[in-house]
């Protein structure tokens, strides 16, 4: 499942990229990695507001909630990713994934690979480095904050090598991350459920590329929100990087 992201972009190539203002970039701050855990943000486009940038945080939460709930219900519901093949039947993410569906910007975003019975984090991001969008659905608590989820779809062959353990219903996942062309169309206000469920299994053209890095990404009393967590690391246990 997808935990752990980076968004490493400065300001101009984020409004470059999405056509977003500048005025709704400020207060922006990039990350190296973010466990979604912690009380940074995810960065957002809204459905209804395509040019603007919203910070949220990560695990959608019930809208009648007050986001200082958020640690004590993130460890009973663990919402920082939701299944696409769940979402209409779920009483938390129908309403969201039919009025409040949202981009999640991102430039990588690192998943578990295990060996011997031990996790080697791997980096995963675009060829060319870009800039991409996970599907996401949001909602807004009660105190007017901003709560996200990040959409997960059936693994492809090569998230499969990657993240090869699979969940406790016997499936390999990845995030499902929108090809540009259908970015603007998640957002659409007038999708009917088929329309959705189409884009729900769709997933980016471009190219990944993916190698282990250091396993301080897994280790929550090490700070790993730094430039140096993107590098890559060989291990003696691993002989094929992807």
């Known amino acids: 499942m997808c935990f752990h992201a980076s968004l490493t972009k400065?300001?101009?190539?984020?409004?470059?990229r999405f056509t977003v203002t500048s005025e709704s970039l400020i207060?922006?701050?990039?990350?190296?990695?973010f466990n979604g855990f912690e009380q940074k943000h995810l960065y957002i486009i809204k459905q209804n507001e395509e040019?603007?940038?919203?910070?949220?945080?990560?695990g959608l939460m019930p809208d009648d909630y007050n986001i200082y709930q958020r640690t004590g219900f993130l460890k009973k519901t663990n919402t920082l990713n939701a299944r696409a093949e769940g979402l209409f039947d779920s009483p938390l993410f129908k309403t969201p994934t039919f009025e409040n569906r949202c981009l999640i910007i991102a430039d990588g975003f690192?998943?578990?690979?295990?060996?011997?019975?031990?996790?080697?984090p791997h980096y995963i991001h675009y060829k060319d480095n870009g800039l991409f969008a996970f599907a996401g659905i949001y909602t807004k608590t009660e105190d007017g904050s901003y709560t996200s989820s990040i959409i997960t779809t059936l693994a492809n062959p090569f998230f499969k090598e990657i993240h090869n353990k699979t969940n406790r219903l016997g499936e390999y996942r990845m995030p499902l991350v929108l090809?540009?062309?259908?970015?603007?169309?998640?957002?659409?206000?007038?999708?009917?459920?088929?329309?959705?469920?189409e884009l729900l299994f769709t997933f980016t053209?471009?190219?990944?590329?993916?190698?282990?890095?250091?396993?301080?990404?897994?280790?929550?009393h090490i700070v790993s929100d730094r430039a140096d967590i993107l590098q890559e690391v060989n291990y003696d246990e691993l002989n094929t990087l992807f």
């Open 10 to 16: 400065k300001e101009k190539e984020i409004e470059e």
């Open 51 to 58: 040019d603007v940038i919203t910070p949220s945080y990560w």
């Open 110 to 120: 690192f998943e578990p690979h295990s060996r011997d019975n031990k996790t080697f």
């Open 179 to 197: 090809d540009k062309k259908d970015e603007l169309e998640w957002l659409n206000p007038n999708l009917t459920e088929t329309q959705i469920r």
């Open 27 to 33: 207060g922006y701050k990039p990350y190296y990695h």
């Open 205 to 220: 053209s471009e190219e990944f590329e993916a190698y282990p890095v250091s396993k301080d990404v897994i280790n929550s």
